[in-house]
């Protein structure tokens, strides 16, 4: 069964950077279209990017320019570079097949909290 364990997240302000890695296990990752989505407080869950397994990316309007998603097949993870963090990209951060995909088991997820 596929296990997917997200961490990086923390206590940013605003401006700042920071990177979330997602570590998968029991599967072939490399064949897996991965995806990226959040959660604030109060609000349903929403995408934020997904990343082909080739490498192509796509990402939500909200986020487009400052995020950057990216994959490590030989180490089964899938990364999250996010830039000119807002205090609206506060939120719990997943990962999880890309959409459009019946998604699996979901983490515990990372917490990212941007706050002056």
């Known amino acids: 069964q596929v296990q997917l364990v997200e961490s990086g997240g923390g206590l940013v302000q605003p401006g700042d950077s920071l990177t979330l890695s997602c570590a998968f296990s029991?599967?072939?990752?490399?064949?897996?279209?991965m995806g990226w989505y959040r959660q604030a407080p109060g609000k349903q869950r929403e995408w934020v990017a997904s990343?082909?397994?080739?490498?192509?990316?796509n990402y939500a309007d909200s986020v487009k320019g400052r995020f950057t998603a990216s994959r490590d097949n030989a180490k089964n993870t899938v990364y999250l570079q996010m830039n000119s963090l807002k205090p609206e990209d506060t939120a719990v951060y997943y990962c999880?097949?890309?959409?459009?995909?019946?998604?699996?088991?979901w983490g515990q997820g990372t917490q990212v909290t941007v706050s002056s």
């Open positions: 029991g599967g072939i990752f490399a064949n897996y279209a």
């Open positions: 990343i082909w397994p080739g490498g192509n990316t």
């Open positions: 999880n097949r890309a959409r459009d995909f019946t998604t699996w088991p």
